[in-house]
């Protein structure tokens, strides 16, 4: 089978491998709709999780049950699925703790393209099928479902982690698609004013649409001293980092109030200079002691947690599509796709590449 990958860090291409094997609970599964994500190319052209040979790339997929091993259930070569970017070992003991995404250590659910082979390639393997696969529904179309294997479950996880309560002021710093996703999750979750920081004219329209009340350009000057100008000094009760470097938590923890969460769902893919280091403001962080508490979480997977977005979309509480700006046909314009989440010109936000109608 044909596959785009990771020749090493720096570099990718087609490559020719061997069809994946299915166990007896898994699936293999052909590409409906796929979408590159910036933590390729944090993985690609930053080396974020180390050196990857001949890896496939992708985790952001929908598709078409192509075989299914002898134990499963729910699932049959030809339907059509919802496949989570994060697929964990449903037995595990951290997933019985209540953290499945961390299966296995640190990042562990998170196999796509890190640990094994992702999903930009004509086959690709699902591991316990019946607890990692859920059907995609009649009438959702392409561009919104291949947004929630990751850009939706992982920005509603930003605004579930901030504990947004109704009526909370929130800023989202960073307003890619995960931002944008985060936006949606906190005025579903109840927020009243939503600051969300960020530049991009496209990226901007869909933030207004999806809730937010503020629009902060950095451009226009410190994002802290816009934020505490508009708040009355107060600041926050919610922040959520979901873009920039490693310099953005102290923004987050400078805009927060005593007693507010910063919830992180940006993947920080290299530190400062040649140092691993996230630097967090000493005063501003009340010296450690201002109850300013900061919730990290990967992305969370498997089928219920994809079932219930998909409830989300159909019953029109938000629409991910708006984040589909560029839409590519055919398998063969991945790599294009790819690049220009890697170039990110400022009319983009997400590119998606069509496989099957």
Same mark, same amino acid.
């Given at each position: 089978?044909?596959?785009?990958?990771?020749?090493?860090?720096?570099?990718?291409?087609?490559?020719? !491998?061997?069809?994946?094997?299915?166990?007896?609970?898994?699936?293999?599964?052909? @590409?409906?709709?796929?979408?590159?994500?910036?933590?390729?190319?944090?993985?690609?052209?930053?080396?974020?999780?180390?050196?990857?040979?001949?890896?496939?790339?992708?985790?952001?997929?929908?598709?078409?049950?192509?075989?299914?091993?002898?134990?499963?259930?729910?699932?049959?070569?030809?339907?059509?699925?919802?496949?989570?970017? =994060?697929?964990?070992?449903?037995?595990?003991?951290?997933?019985?703790?209540?953290?499945?995404?961390?299966?296995?250590?640190?990042?562990?659910?998170?196999?796509?393209?890190?640990?094994?082979?992702?999903?930009?390639?004509?086959?690709?393997?699902?591991?316990?099928?019946?607890?990692?696969?859920?059907?995609?529904?009649?009438?959702?179309?392409?561009?919104?479902?291949?947004?929630? @294997?990751?850009?939706?479950?992982?920005?509603?996880?930003?605004?579930?982690?901030?504990?947004?309560?109704?009526?909370?002021?929130?800023?989202?710093?960073?307003?890619?698609?995960?931002?944008?996703?985060?936006?949606?999750?906190?005025?579903?979750?109840?927020?009243?004013? =939503?600051?969300?920081?960020?530049?991009?004219?496209?990226?901007?329209?869909?933030?207004?649409?999806?809730?937010?009340?503020?629009? =902060?350009?950095?451009?226009?000057?410190?994002?802290?001293?816009? =934020?505490?100008?508009?708040?009355?000094?107060?600041?926050?009760?919610?922040?959520?980092?979901?873009?920039?470097? @490693?310099?953005?938590?102290?923004?987050?923890?400078?805009?927060?109030?005593?007693?507010?969460?910063?919830?992180?769902?940006?993947?920080?893919?290299?530190?400062?200079?040649?140092?691993?280091?996230?630097?967090?403001?000493?005063?501003?962080?009340?010296?450690?002691?201002?109850?300013?508490?900061?919730?990290?979480?990967?992305?969370?997977?498997?089928?219920?947690?994809?079932?219930?977005?998909?409830?989300?979309?159909?019953?029109?509480?938000?629409?991910?599509?708006?984040?589909?700006?560029?839409?590519?046909?055919?398998?063969?314009?991945?790599?294009?796709?790819?690049?220009?989440?890697?170039?990110?010109?400022?009319?983009?936000? !997400? @590119?998606?590449?069509?496989?099957?109608?």
């Amino acid at each position: 089978m044909k596959g785009l990958a990771m020749l090493k860090i720096g570099e990718i291409g087609w490559i020719e !491998k061997e069809r994946p094997a299915c166990g007896p609970r898994d699936a293999i599964v052909r @590409p409906l709709a796929l979408a590159p994500c910036t933590s390729d190319v944090h993985t690609v052209w930053e080396g974020a999780i180390g050196e990857r040979r001949n890896l496939i790339l992708g985790h952001e997929a929908l598709g078409i049950v192509d075989e299914v091993g002898d134990e499963v259930k729910d699932f049959k070569p030809g339907d059509r699925v919802i496949v989570p970017a =994060i697929t964990p070992d449903w037995e595990t003991e951290a997933a019985q703790r209540g953290f499945p995404s961390q299966t296995g250590g640190p990042l562990g659910g998170w196999k796509f393209s890190n640990t094994k082979d992702g999903v930009f390639a004509e086959y690709f393997h699902v591991n316990l099928a019946d607890y990692n696969l859920a059907h995609l529904p009649e009438g959702m179309s392409l561009e919104a479902g291949v947004m929630l @294997p990751d850009m939706l479950s992982t920005g509603f996880m930003g605004a579930e982690n901030a504990r947004i309560g109704f009526g909370s002021t929130v800023a989202v710093l960073g307003i890619g698609p995960v931002g944008l996703s985060a936006v949606a999750g906190a005025r579903l979750r109840g927020a009243g004013r =939503i600051f969300a920081v960020g530049t991009r004219p496209a990226a901007v329209k869909v933030a207004k649409e999806y809730g937010a009340t503020d629009i =902060i350009s950095y451009r226009e000057g410190s994002t802290v001293d816009q =934020i505490l100008d508009k708040t009355g000094g107060a600041g926050v009760d919610a922040v959520i980092v979901a873009g920039g470097g @490693p310099e953005v938590m102290m923004d987050a923890i400078n805009v927060a109030k005593p007693g507010s969460v910063i919830s992180n769902i940006n993947y920080f893919g290299s530190g400062i200079g040649d140092q691993d280091i996230i630097p967090l403001p000493r005063v501003g962080w009340g010296y450690g002691m201002a109850d300013k508490n900061i919730v990290t979480g990967l992305c969370p997977g498997g089928r219920v947690r994809m079932e219930r977005l998909a409830d989300v979309v159909m019953c029109g509480r938000m629409d991910p599509s708006l984040m589909a700006t560029h839409v590519f046909k055919g398998f063969d314009r991945l790599k294009d796709a790819l690049l220009l989440m890697k170039e990110k010109p400022r009319d983009l936000i !997400k @590119p998606v590449v069509i496989v099957e109608e």
